[in-house]
């Protein structure tokens, strides 16, 4: 459909803006307040309804949270960079993200869109032949960026309700429209399914930008599979302090257990039945140089092309882990920090969204499916939809990749942003027309 109530070129210039604050005070995930006050505030310009805070979560569910003294530095942060003071105390302490309706003026059913807003923990280059370096919006914050383009995922979604709102009149039903913190380590979604929110939904919406290389603005995939399912946990490993020269046998070498543990969880057979991955991405402890190290901690995740070779990979992980404990009379322990399974678009819709698609101006390229082979906090979310019998599908809006993603020189062609815009809100304002 064409939207011609709105001017689009001021439509479009305007979501850039946006991208660009949010791209220049990125936040990680759970320390997204700033962000979130940003965007609740433009809904707020829409007239329309928003909830936030510890209304949006299960504090059990809530995986991977900072510790306390990183979460009040960073609402600190927050509350200086930020002048909607009125909404960051019900965020205290990482409940980041909201959520709003756009209520119809017809019934029909309810649609789930959701869009995430975490960055990740890179950070960004200053090679001034960077867009964001030469346009004066390169990241204000160390080790934070916005590397994985949810900087415009969040635009996007902010353009979709502009959209939604304008042509009410034409909506059958109602869209529910949720903005994710803590996609980065599959931490998110988990907190927010468990609230009961997407329960409802009768078809559930998700979308990436860029992820595959060769596509350019206007290619749009109507489906992934692919989805591995993934557990992020840290090992914890407790030793004995004792000192190095003087008394070295009355030690227990907790590196030296996490060591054993890392070169052996690398060794894991993989599985014949499908994709297996293992990885451990920080190692961390000691205190130092003449000291046994008391204190180990490794970040591991793995994955698995179904639940089961997930579980798989997991299990041994974690019995290498013990086994690396005893070698050197360590303890250990385990604490789960994230975690997502895998899922299968549904079909029908997946049908309905390439319909839609075809007749929508400026997608010149349609993929019917693309295999995504990663983990996506989303899937916990349209697990549930589907468990309530829901259908649910995520797409991958093009765009040509100057760096990969995470990597310090990514970037986001910004063309992309509007017409994600208009995708989200055809799929919503369309799909009971097919």
């Known amino acids: 459909m064409t939207f011609d109530r709105i001017d689009m070129a001021q439509f479009s210039q305007n979501l850039i803006d946006l991208r660009r604050d949010l791209h220049r005070y990125p936040e990680s995930g759970w320390t997204e307040f700033r962000t979130t006050a940003r965007i609740i505030t433009e809904l707020e310009k829409l007239g329309l309804p928003v909830r936030w805070g ?26 200086s960079e930020c002048d909607r003071h009125d909404l960051l105390e019900d965020m205290r302490g990482g409940y980041t993200g909201c959520l709003t309706v756009i209520e119809g003026a017809l019934p029909g059913p309810t649609i789930g869109i959701r869009v995430d807003i975490d960055c990740n923990d890179v950070e960004e280059t200053d090679d001034p032949g960077h867009v964001p370096c030469a346009q004066g919006f390169r990241s204000v914050h160390h080790a934070c960026m916005h590397a994985c383009g949810h900087d415009a995922h969040a635009a996007i979604g902010i353009g ?24 980065e380590g599959l931490r998110g979604a988990a907190s927010m399914t468990a609230a009961g929110l997407f ?64 070169l052996g969880m690398l060794s894991i057979s993989r599985h014949h039945e499908g994709a297996t991955r293992i990885n451990v991405g920080t190692f961390h402890g000691g205190t130092g140089r003449n000291v046994i190290p008391a204190e180990a901690v490794l970040a ?28 050197y009379g360590c303890t250990y322990e385990a604490r789960l920090m994230g975690g997502a399974g895998n899922v299968d678009c549904d079909k029908a819709l997946v049908e309905r969204v390439i319909q839609i698609l075809s007749g929508l101006e400026d997608v010149d390229q349609i993929l019917p499916d693309v295999d995504f082979g990663g983990g996506e906090d989303v899937t916990t979310m349209m697990r549930d939809v589907q468990a309530h019998g829901g259908q649910v599908t995520e797409l991958v809006f093009g765009m040509p990749l100057k760096a990969a993603h995470h990597n310090d ?12 815009a208009r995708i989200f809100a055809s799929l919503a304002l369309e799909l009971e027309n097919y």
């Open 54 to 79: 510890r209304q949006l979560h299960v504090r059990e569910k809530m995986l991977g949270l900072p510790d306390e003294e990183t979460l009040e530095a960073c609402w600190l942060r927050a509350e």
């Open 160 to 183: 979709a309700a502009r959209l939604l709102t304008a042509y009410r009149d034409r909506l059958r039903g109602k869209v529910l429209l949720v903005f994710q913190p803590g996609e």
């Open 199 to 262: 329960s409802e939904c009768d078809y559930f919406f998700g979308a990436h930008v860029g992820l595959l290389p060769g596509l350019h603005v206007g290619s749009v995939a109507a489906s992934g599979h692919g989805f591995l399912s993934s557990t992020k946990f840290d090992a914890l490993f407790h030793g004995v302090p004792s000192h190095a020269g003087a008394a070295p046998e009355l030690g227990r070498n907790a590196i030296a257990a996490a060591a054993a543990a890392t």
């Open 300 to 327: 591991i995740e793995t994955r698995g092309g179904s639940a089961a070779l997930n579980e798989y990979m997991e299990q041994e992980a974690r019995r290498v882990c013990q086994a690396a404990a005893d070698m």
């Open 409 to 420: 020189h990514f970037d986001v062609d910004e063309s992309v942003i509007p017409l994600g």
